[in-house]
C-alpha cells in the first residue's frame, strides 16, 4: 500500500504535482552535492521548503555562489523558501514543528553541526519515526576523517580519480565537472527513494547516508575493479581507452573526434570504412591484445588517415559503417546539435515573468515526468505561507521575523 498523502504535502498550491507530488521534503542543504540531491526530488513535484538563515545574519557563502548566478538558479528551481535561524531554539522548535509533518530532510552539514544544532536524525526522528533523513559529507558521518570539511577537488584526490585523468606522465588532472558533489548528491537521491519504498512496507523511515569521498569511490567501476580483484593499478590513459583500443581521440582536418573502433567486428569494419583493409592483415593489429600491445603504432597510423577529412565527413562515414564516432563539442556546440535539442537537455521555463533556461532531468517517464514549474525562490519568499500552514498566526510570523527567528 503506498503512504498516503499528508497534509503538508497537499498544501501549497503553488508547488507542482507529479511523481513524488506526495511527499514533503525541507531542505537545509548548502553549495551544491545536497542541492543536487533535492533537485531530483524536486523536479519529481516533491514538496520542497528550501530552509535559509535569516538575511542579516551571518552565514557565509552556503550558496556557493551568487544567488542570481546560473549556478545557484540550476540547483534550486521548483523549491519554496523558508527562512530560519537555527542557531536560535525558536528556530528549531519551529523546524520540529515542520518534521512532524515532513516525510524526508536533506543535509549537508559537516556531521558536528547538525548534533551541535539538535537537529540531527536522533533528534529529528524522535518527532517523526516515520522521518527519512538523508546526510550528505565529505568523508561519512564517524570514522578518522568525519571531522574534516569536504571539498568535490579533495574527494576527487583521495578518491583515486585524479590519478588516472590526463595524459600519461601528466600528472594529476582533475575532472572538468564537480563530479563527487554530483554523485553524492545523486545517490543521496536514491537512497532516499529506496527508503521512502521501504517505509510503505515497515512504517518507519530511516537514517540515508553518503559522502563525497564513498560516491568517487564507486563511481571508479571497473577502474576500481581493476585493482579489487586483478591487482592492477590503473594509470593515466589520456584520451585512450584503457582497455577497448582503439578507442580515443583523432585529428582531422578541421578539429578533433572520437573513435570506438572495439572488439574484432567493428575493428573490422573500421579498416574498411578508413581505407586501410591491410591494417587487418597486420600481425601487430590481429586481435586485441595485440593492438593493445601495439597501440602507439596503430593510433599513429589512423592519425595519418584521419587527418585527410573533416570531422563532419568521418563521423558521418564511420557512423554509416556501423563505427561509433562522434564530434568533441564545445558546451554551445553541444546544446546546438539536432540530437540534444531533440532530447530537451535544455529547458526554459516562462512564467510571465521572466524566462529561464535549465538544465533538464535526464531521465523520461511517460505518465509523470520531470518538470520545471518555478524559478528559485528569494530568500525567504514563502516564509509566510509556510508557517500559516503549520498553524502560526500572522501575529506570531510578524513577531518572529521582528526578533530574526525567521
Known sequence: MLDAPNPAAASGADATAGALSRFTVLDLTRVRSGPTCVRQLADWGAKVIKIEMPEGLDQGDPMGGPRGGPDFQNLHRNKRGLTLNLKSPEGVAILKRLVREADVVVENFRPDVKDRLG?????LSAENPRLVY???????QDGPYAGRPGFDQIAQGMGGLMSITGLPGQGPVRVGIPIADLCAGLFAAQGIMVALLEREVSGKGQWVQTSLLQAQAFMLDFQA???????????????NHPTS?????????????????TGNAIWKRFAVAAGAPEWLEDPRFKDAGSRSDNRDALNALIDEKIAGRTSEEWVTALNEAGVPAGPIYSIDQMFADPQVKHLGIAATLDDGTRAQTYVAQPIGLSRTPARINTHPPAIGEHSAAVLREA??????????????VI
Open 119 to 123: 537537529i540531527g536524525y536522533k533528534e
Open 134 to 140: 538523508a546526510s550528505i559529507s565529505g568523508f561519512g
Open 225 to 239: 575493479a581493476r585493482w579489487l580483484q586483478a591487482g592492477e593499478v590503473p594509470k593515466q590513459a589520456g584520451n
Open 245 to 261: 583500443i582503439p578507442t580515443g581521440v583523432f585529428k582531422t582536418s578541421d578539429g578533433h573526434i572520437n573513435i570506438a573502433a
Open 391 to 404: 498553524g502560526y498566526t500572522d501575529d506570531e510570523i510578524a513577531d518572529l521575523k521582528t526578533r530574526q
